[in-house]
């Protein structure tokens, strides 16, 4: 078959362009931008950890409230940030990441507030309770909802209590 023959069987079938309005389907299981749920996050900067091209980031100053920051202009979509994320906080837009040369438009950040330990009054992020239920492996006991909001150092306090009152008890039979 000659070139000739090629081009005009081609020119044959008509266009095969797509107009800009007329989108191709997003297939299943589409892996868009990153979406974060900034209530449902703690700040650890797991995702930002095994970002690989750096496309997320967690600013951290003492006393201020944590900033995540993402750009997609950077990102590979690998998933690897949502596979690990601890509390289930990041996912994926099912939409195409808009192709443009305004880089503002591809940059997403948000704060992740900090709320006072009800027993010391220091800045802590309380895990969200869906999390602990999900590890837990249903509802939560009294004790561990109360425990919920405090800080890393009053939980650790509170934990050494009842293991040395644990051992006391044992030490008294």
């Known amino acids: 078959m000659g070139i000739f023959s090629i081009l005009s ?4 079938q008509g266009s095969r362009t797509r107009q800009p ?4 389907p997003v297939p299943g299981r589409f892996r868009g931008a990153i979406t ?15 970002c690989s091209p750096s496309a997320i980031t967690i600013g951290q100053v003492e006393g201020r409230p944590a900033e995540w920051r993402y750009f997609s202009g950077q990102c590979t979509f690998c998933g690897r ?3 690990y994320c601890p509390t289930l906080c990041l996912g994926f837009e099912e939409t195409v990441v808009p192709v443009t040369l ?33 590890l ?6 009294e004790d561990l909802l109360l425990q919920q909001r405090l800080c890393e150092r009053c939980r ?9 009152s644990g051992f006391g008890a044992a030490a008294d039979e």
């Open 9 to 12: 069987r081609n020119s044959a």
């Open 21 to 24: 309005e007329d989108r191709v």
């Open 36 to 50: 974060h749920a900034a209530s449902h996050c703690i700040g650890c900067g797991t995702c930002a950890y095994v």
């Open 81 to 83: 940030c949502v596979e």
């Open 102 to 134: 305004d880089l503002a438009t591809q940059r997403v950040s948000h704060r992740v507030e900090q709320q006072a330990c009800p027993r010391c009054g220091r800045p802590t992020i309380p895990l969200p309770l869906a999390t602990l239920q999900a």
């Open 136 to 141: 837990h492996g249903g509802e939560l006991p």
């Open 156 to 164: 650790g306090k509170i934990s050494a209590q009842r293991l040395h």
